[in-house]
């Protein structure tokens, strides 16, 4: 039994197409991770600043009340 030279080119060909073809699949996959990283460094960021917002904010609510006693005792 020989295999033609045809159908030789035609499975090269095909096993080409599908290596590049998962070469482009594993590429997407690297560039969606990165991508992914990047937006959950944002969000990390946004955390920390809602974390220190919000002792920033009792911060001054403490103040207040304490300046309130103040304004209090004057009168």
């Known amino acids: 039994m020989t295999i033609s030279m045809e159908f030789m080119l035609v499975i090269v060909v095909n096993v080409l197409s599908a290596g590049i073809f998962i ?29 220190r917002m919000v002792k920033v904010e009792e911060s001054t609510k403490s103040a207040h009340k304490r300046l309130d006693t103040i304004e209090g005792k004057k009168r």
């Open 23 to 51: 070469g482009g699949l594993a590429m997407s996959i690297k560039f969606i991770e990165k991508q992914i990283k990047r937006l959950e460094d944002k969000q990390d960021k946004h955390n920390n600043l809602i974390e």
